[in-house]
């Protein structure tokens, strides 16, 4: 298969995929072709594992969510041994729509057309006015790959899902499990619908060369020397740096006493299911994004002792990133909705003991991110217009921009693999 059997004719598309340059974003049909975004869909989306929710929002069996992608809609539901499983939300007599809702809690799965029966492990239990030879057990829902690690839970709707994900869960549940995700709660959730292809979503995430301008709230926790070495440290940064130094000497000792790794690791273009995950302090009281540094839980997650950790930094290929702080934690998902148009859902984590009101202020454990969300969201909407316009030509990434060449060169890559003959 080539890409001209799938895009239109009018593209020359196998040139544009080969004439690729490294070192530049890519051309505007990969962010505006429709084509190409149903491309994305049957190559990346329908055959990766996608970060789906944490296993706090289906903290009970019964409980479930459902996951649109593209045509696709799953269900993912905790089941009555508490087990974790995934299912085509198609019911297997004349294709209904089992569940309709985006989350809840049930008994058993039922379609509301013709009420066929499902028990939350995918058996069929009850089918009505079938002859005698009806055979229920062949009629099960059809199961979806899904796969928990520390608590985030993975989906892969392809019939064999990249085997490589066993190997990066050795490399990163020895960061997350101390942070005990699957002993947590939700304490908000918010989807923002950004007017833009999910690349370019994602390629905002993958750097934050725009944060000093555009994220005043968020800089504010970090020590603003992103892509400095300590022999580019002015006399006006040097106070600045002297404190990040401090910071990061009191986060290696907290580190060094728990045994927490601390080694960076970043196999984003490397690897099928591409990771990178960096362990930063923060900046003023170091604990959370709390006015100056403070904290906005006082309940610490899972093993975690000492509220200076800093920020746990983890990148997930193709559509999520997460924070892991002393007090909570921070998972983000994004599926695309058309060519420029996409979803971010972004999940605040409190210890599934912290009240409301007493441990936490749900405006206050949300201020950063919520600014900081529809901040990014003007920069990408002003990105896909500025694609869209037949004046783009891709230009260079700067020395900074590595994650985002990272996140392109997988994509292409991934194109190429699913395109090869």
């Known amino acids: 298969m080539t890409l001209s059997n799938i895009l239109a004719p009018s593209t020359d598309t196998d040139a544009l995929i080969d004439r690729r340059a490294v ?136 019939d064999e899902p990249p085997g490589d994900l066993d190997e990066v869960a050795a490399v990163l549940e020895p960061y997350l499990s101390p942070y005990g995700l699957a002993d947590t709660k939700v304490a908000h959730q918010v989807d923002l619908v950004e007017e833009g292809n999910w690349k370019l979503v994602m390629e905002n995430n993958r750097e934050c060369q725009h944060c000093d301008t555009a994220h005043p709230e968020l800089i504010t926790a970090y020590f603003p020397l992103f892509g400095y070495s300590e022999n580019d440290i002015t006399p006006r940064l040097r106070p600045v740096f002297e404190r ?19 080694d960076e690791r970043r196999e984003l273009d490397t690897r099928i299911t591409g990771f990178q995950v960096s362990h930063l302090p923060l900046d003023g009281g170091g604990a959370s994004f709390g006015a100056d540094g403070n904290p906005v839980s006082r309940k610490l997650l899972g093993d975690i002792e000492d509220e200076r950790f800093g920020d746990l930094s983890i990148h997930m290929q193709p559509n999520a990133w997460f924070h892991m702080l002393s007090d909570h934690a921070v998972v983000f998902r994004v599926l695309p909705v058309a060519p420029g148009r996409s979803v971010v859902r972004t999940t605040w984590l409190v210890h599934a003991d912290a009240q409301e009101g007493v441990d936490y202020d749900v405006d206050n454990l949300t201020a950063v991110w919520n600014a900081t969300n529809l901040q990014d969201r003007d920069l990408v909407a002003g990105a896909q217009r500025g694609v869209t316009d037949p004046g783009y030509v891709p230009g260079p990434y700067s020395m900074v921009e590595g994650d985002v060449e990272s996140f392109v060169n997988w994509y292409v890559g991934r194109l190429r693999t699913y395109l090869t003959p």
Not at 245 to 262: K, W
Request: charged letters at 20%.
């Open 23 to 158: 070192g530049y974003s890519l051309e505007a049909p990969f962010y505006t072709d429709p084509q190409i975004f149903d491309l994305d869909m049957a190559a990346i989306f329908a055959r990766h594992w996608l970060f789906s929710a944490a296993e706090a929002e289906i903290p009970d069996p019964g409980d479930f969510v459902t996951v649109d992608i593209g045509a696709y809609s799953v269900i993912i539901v905790r089941d009555d041994d508490e087990e974790v499983r995934a299912f085509h939300n198609v019911c297997r007599h004349r294709g209904s729509r089992i569940l309709q809702q985006a989350c809840g809690s049930v008994g058993n799965l039922v379609c509301p057309y013709h009420q066929w029966t499902y028990r939350v492990d995918g058996e069929l239990v009850y089918a009505e006015s079938q002859p005698p030879e009806f055979d229920r057990s062949r009629l099960g829902l059809r199961p979806v790959h899904v796969r928990t690690l520390a608590g985030l839970i993975f989906i892969c709707l392809g």
């Open 244 to 262: 990040y130094r401090a910071a990061q000497d009191h986060l290696s000792n907290a580190c060094s006493v728990t045994g927490f790794p601390r």
